[in-house]
């Protein structure tokens, strides 16, 4: 399993094996998990400067259900195929997952098996429609809940992690390229240029016994914690550090106008598509009390102005 590795080189991104980030994420006890519904949501999606179609895909959903939600589903989809048929590929994985991700209690479990029903989907259409023969799509997809995040991917969509101002990237490509970089054999860097970038070695669409990725076990998520998948025609052509100042510099909205727009100015001979889930940075109460001088627990919620003198010590 990929995901059991670091790679083999640091790039110019900090590159880390989920399950490390697990081991070193845990958040100060004074802080409540995330809730899902605090997450702010934005996407954006590029035909870009060259092509002609937009084959890429992109479907946030949330589930409103109060007494069992299953949290927030983000999915990014990057179609391939002649004459339209990668838009096919890509719409129905999204609508698929969109539709299948809250079949068990275990978000992980329900990403496999939508993300399997997906390819089976994909399969079914391609062999019943000559004009779809051979259509596939990446998938990148990420539910968060509970303070928890789950991810699960095929193909070179990507899920990268902004955290305390710095750029992680989440999954290892399938591709070719990705091999050579974690075997140390050429740079990230390099990999952007590399003639066989685009070939990936899973596909949704490509057989029938697809094998997904998902993260070895779940991610806790932090306040602050921005996520951001995306198809690569966007980090082909916008560097890692160019991703991180973004990222860090604006609200989620801006920040995917921001993302595309230097995509485009980079010439985006491909689709670009992003889509960024951003835990509110929210200091703890506690925090906040320290910095007004606070030192015992007064009642929520905890305002920045100037605290009553008989609650300073
Ligand atoms: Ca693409």
Sequence with gaps: MALDRLFGRK??????????????DMPAASEPPVAESSIIVATATDTGCIRELNEDAVQVVRDNNE??????????????????????????????IA???????????????AVLAAN?????????????AGMGTTVIAVIIREGMAWCAHVGDSRCYLLRDNQLFLMTEDHSAVMELVKRGHITADAARAHPDKNVISRALG???????????????????DHFLLCSDGLYDVVSDERMREILSSYEPDEACE????????????????????????VKSQNE????????????MPVVSSAPAAEDVA
Aim: aromatic letters at 4%; a positive charge.
């Design 258 to 281: 921001q993302l595309i727009a230097n995509a485009r100015a980079n010439g985006a001979p491909d689709n670009v598509t992003v889509a960024i889930l951003a835990a509110p940075s």
């Design 206 to 224: 490509a057989r029938r016994d697809v094998d997904v990725t998902v993260w070895p076990r779940p991610f806790r998520v932090r306040s602050g």
């Design 288 to 299: 906040v009390q320290r910095e007004v001088g606070i030192t015992r627990a007064v009642g």
């Design 99 to 113: 539709r299948e991700w809250r079949a068990t209690s275990d978000p992980a479990v329900s990403l496999r098996q």
């Design 120 to 132: 089976r989907a994909i399969l079914a259409v391609s062999a019943t429609n000559r004009g779809y």
């Design 11 to 24: 790039s110019s991104v900090d590159v880390v094996d989920a399950s490390v980030v697990t081991q070193v």
């Design 67 to 96: 007494s069992s939600s299953h949290g927030l589903l983000a999915v990014v989809c990057d179609g391939m195929g002649g004459h339209a048929a990668g838009e096919v590929a890509s719409r129905i994985a999204i609508d698929t």
